[in-house]
């Protein structure tokens, strides 16, 4: 089944650390995204990529970065990590389109100690 | 800005019986779309329904039910029939359509969730 995938589901790390998110798609879609969870706040988008050149910045980028290293690979980077970026993380992709419904992946559950 | 707000942050219904989850909205556009997702233990997030803006009839997937008020900027999760499986956290989300210039991007904007239970 063509799907959303991403590595780590779970991962601690510690303050400092360089940590990358992966997310791979197996549905020929051209859009991907990143968002992050956290209680009480939503899900908010970190970055989001219209194809292998187009990668721009969400409502909460600081302290992140992307990589689009191809079509159905799309990573988050944290350089230098922090406790406040403590959250679950979630990748998801679509269709271009007026109306593009999202899929998300399983998410990964990050935690900086 | 667009904002999303629910302002239940927890829910309670009975096996079998109706729940009525609330979201409101704040927007400038006239069409857009609204959505409700579901997020089970398993932190998968799963479209339960969507509503687009220009349709005036409310949307209906098997149990799950939609009143959208357009001019209140309401949208609200009506669930018939509750099941145990229904349990989860529910978001409310909004989005513009992606060509609709500026910087929509077709950026979901996600409401704070409102956790249901329900019981046996």
């Known amino acids: 089944d063509a799907d959303v995938t991403q590595t780590p589901r779970n991962r601690i790390t510690k303050t400092g650390k360089r940590i990358m998110l992966e997310c791979s798609q197996t549905k020929g879609h051209d859009r991907m995204y990143w968002y992050r969870q956290d209680p009480g706040l939503g899900l908010r988008l970190i970055y989001y990529?219209?194809?292998?050149?187009?990668?721009n910045k969400g409502e909460i980028s600081d302290g992140y970065s992307v990589s689009r290293q191809a079509q159905a690979k799309f990573s988050l980077s944290l350089e230098s990590a922090i406790p406040n970026q403590t959250a679950l993380y979630f990748c998801a992709t679509a269709l271009a389109g007026a109306y593009n419904e999202q899929f998300f992946g399983p998410g990964t559950r990050l935690t900086v100690l | 800005a667009q904002t999303v707000t629910q302002s239940q942050p927890e829910m309670s219904v009975q096996e079998a019986e109706t729940v009525t989850l609330s979201c409101t909205y704040d927007?400038?556009?006239?069409?857009?779309?609204l959505f409700w997702y579901k997020q089970p233990p398993s932190r998968q997030m799963i479209l339960v329904i969507r509503q687009e803006a220009y349709k005036q009839q409310n949307a209906t997937e098997n149990r799950f039910s939609v009143n959208f008020q357009k001019a209140a900027k309401s949208f609200s999760l009506k669930i018939s029939d509750s099941q145990l499986g229904d349990a989860a956290m529910y978001f409310c989300?909004?989005?513009?359509?992606?060509?609709?210039?500026?910087?929509?991007?077709?950026?979901?904007?996600f409401g704070q969730g409102t956790i249901l239970t329900v019981h046996p």
């Open positions: 990529s219209f194809d292998v050149k187009d990668i």
């Open positions: 989300a909004y989005r513009i359509p992606s060509n609709a210039g500026g910087t929509s991007y077709g950026k979901l904007t």
């Open positions: 927007t400038s556009e006239s069409d857009y779309y």
